[in-house]
């Protein structure tokens, strides 16, 4: 058997060699922040305010990270983090699902209307004080629910999953389903829930990602402590780290402790980092493949 090899001509090898270098130049810029947190939050003080820390790990410590995770406002902030998303994420699948199946179905009377009028909300919204006289007037302020239900379902979600159920879901299946006397709950439970496993692992990662890192509606309306997610928490421990290094004090030994503290304060800022993003590191690999089909899907038909 013979292959044949295509000549490559001057242009194209110059053309090739420029993507491998954009290629290389794109993947270091991306990492060597990374590398650099990692790297901060598990090395001496000292060093890392000094500069003399610029890539690996120096003078390997971990005191940064016990003096995070010794704090137990942070795990009651995990533990409220992950009931936030959990709930937020259920909420959503519960209410995008349906919806998104409901209108991809042609025989929908007013579908058009439905989605043209849904898709008015991507663009137009009440604003921050309406929500919030909203939200109190349903008596929800300081309490979960208001982290969950005005973020129920969002309509990017709706039309990428409605693309899904149009382009990945066959009529014909369907069709043979009522012909054998199948209703539409039957339909919907049996045969179009399991043939959509992509688009569920779609909505939850990109909903769940939303919830773990936001914290603007719960500085909004949350007022109990107790009830902060982590990046709340995150946020009260990083400035009042900025605080305690730009404090001054007139006794040597306090100034001295002070002093510790402040540089101890750089590498928890990159310790909270690691933290608070870890658990969507390790999920994402996993649901990488259906996050990557999900874009396609929702970019082949809107």
Known sequence: MHTTHIKMSRGDKVFVTFN???????????????????????????????GAMWLLPKGFTWAGYAKILANQDIWMGYKNTIIYTAA?????????????YTLSRPELFG?????????????????????????????????????????????????????FFETNIPRELEESAIMDGANDFTIFFKIVLPLSAPIIAVVALFVGVGRWNGFMDA????SDRSKYPLQMILRELLILQDLSSNSTASNTS??????????LAGII????????????????????????????VGSLKG
């Open 20 to 50: 491998y270098l954009f290629v290389i130049i794109a993947t270091l810029l991306v990492l060597y922040p990374l590398i650099y947190i990692i790297s901060g939050s598990v090395s001496d003080p000292k060093l890392v305010n000094s």
């Open 111 to 163: 579908r058009n209307f439905f989605i043209k009028f849904m898709m008015v909300t991507m663009f137009f919204s009440g604003g921050m004080i309406p929500s919030y006289l909203l939200v109190k007037n349903l008596g929800m302020l300081n309490t979960m629910w208001a982290l969950i239900l005005p973020v129920a379902t969002s309509v990017y979600n709706i039309i990428v999953t409605r693309s």
């Open 219 to 222: 500085l909004i309306y949350l």
């Open 88 to 100: 937020t994420v259920l909420v959503n699948l519960i209410v995008t699902i349906p919806c998104a």
């Open 269 to 296: 800022k990159y310790g909270v980092m690691i933290v608070s993003t870890l658990p969507i590191v390790v999920v994402y690999p996993f649901l990488q493949r259906y996050f990557v089909k999900g874009m396609l």
């Open 254 to 263: 306090v100034q001295m402790a002070a002093y510790k503290q402040a540089q």
